[in-house]
């Protein structure tokens, strides 16, 4: 054999090593290569498909991917939502809200992270009149804790969602010290609906008005007969909505906290009869 034999032997030798190494690592690469950051759940209930994609906790901060939950109908897309200030899984429940469509209603709920904060509450509803078009996105709103599953509330065949009234939080005491009376939702051809004063509902009210009785006897026990102005404030706005204001009223002038506190200032003024009258809705 020649040296030049020789010389293209080795040549030839050292390229294929070369090539064994580079497709070595390509393999060794592909089998270290990480999971996609971002996954993917799919639920489904007759001809919906609801696609939920969140990113993989284990990713860690580095990853900022908001999650998204997208609705299909026979496999066509008819709405989707992304929650850019959320962390971790929006959770979803399909449910019969509205009975003016043909197609159950699809509730997801997402959680921004904080304390006394918030889960945003959105509703997708088909319109009445074409199964085909893009369905409605009712936002309910955000609210303070944690996910508030819809229920058939009044045992009518249809859900609501029961969340709070927050705008009693940290106004006439802290958040401990405060109570929030109920606000019953729905939807209705794409809007949201306060139903809280139907009369289906007032057995759902007197449940909270012993509830939060039971909370100012304890507040009078450890207050010398008095009920912190936080309770108080709930109870009265509950007491409207059984259309009791005077009664509730009345009960607040004789056992609110008088002195000048820093979370209230009660002003004394008749209840309006007007307001306290109301219709159930």
Known sequence: ???????????????????????????????????????????????????IRYKDPAAGDGLDHAPRVSVLLHGKGVAKVAFPDDVGIPEVF????????????????????????CEEIVVFSAPADGVEKVWWKVRLGTFDGGARPPRDLDGDGLSEIMVRDDAFYYVYGCYACSYAPPVILSVRGGRKVDITRRSSFRP??????????????????????????????????????????????????????RELQAFCLVTVRPPNPGIDAGTAQ
Not at 36 to 51: D, F, H, T, W, Y
Not at 96 to 116: I, K, Q, T
Not at 229 to 239: D, E, F, I, P, Q
């Open 1 to 51: 054999m020649s040296i030049f034999d020789r010389n293209r032997g080795n040549r030839l030798l050292q390229h294929g090593m070369a090539a064994t190494g580079v497709l070595m690592g390509m393999i060794a690469g592909m089998a270290e290569s990480p999971a996609s950051p971002v996954l993917e759940k799919v639920i489904r209930s007759g001809e919906l498909a609801v696609v």
């Open 94 to 117: 399909t449910t019969e809200m509205d009975p003016l469509n043909g197609y159950s209603e699809v509730v997801v709920e997402s959680y921004s992270g904080g304390a006394h904060c």
């Open 204 to 257: 759902v009210l007197r449940r909270e008005e012993k509830r939060i009785a039971s909370r100012m006897r304890q507040s009078m026990t450890e207050n010398g007969g008095r009920v912190e102005n936080g309770l108080l404030a709930g109870y009265v706005a509950l007491r409207f909505l059984l259309g009791e204001g005077a009664e509730g009223w009345n009960f607040m002038l004789k056992h609110h906290v």
